[in-house]
Nanobody, 124 residues
Framework: QVQLVESGGGLVQAGASLRLSCAAS????????MGWFRQAPGKEREFVAT????????YYADSVKGRFTISRDNAKNTVYLQMNSLKPKDTAVYYC?????????????????WGQGTQVTVSS
């Protein structure tokens, strides 16, 4: 069992930056690939970024590539999402998730545990 708690969301203007954090507790954090997803009102939850257990491999959705960076600190049981050059279309609830089985995955159904989400709102 893994518990995930996101933080760092907020209201910012277009072009600003935010860093989201996801703190994990429970079973060994380094055993899990981690991912960030987001869900805008009226839309399905979509993949944003994923990182392998060691942090050596990352993968991004095309919509955030070059603007967002996922990273992890296994000593702190935390995964981060640095978001730069934010756009109004990035507005969503952002969720972190843990995947015990796969090296990395963009598929929502591959993830075993989810946090409660943190709201990111980008104004124009």
């Amino acid at each position: 069992q893994v518990q995930l708690v996101e933080s760092g969301g907020g209201l910012v203007q277009a072009g600003a930056s935010l860093r989201l954090s996801c703190a994990a507790s429970g079973r060994a954090f380094s055993s899990y690939a981690m991912g960030w997803f987001r869900q805008a009102p009226g839309k399905e939850r979509e993949f944003v970024a994923t990182i392998s257990r060691s942090g050596s491999r990352t993968y991004y959705a095309d919509s955030v590539k070059g603007r967002f960076t996922i990273s992890r600190d296994n000593a702190k049981n935390t995964v981060y999402l640095q978001m730069n050059s934010l756009k109004p279309k990035d507005t969503a609830v952002y969720y972190c998730a843990a995947d015990y089985t796969h090296y990395t995955s963009p598929r929502r159904d591959d993830y075993d545990y989810w946090g409660q989400g943190t709201q990111v709102t980008v104004s124009s």
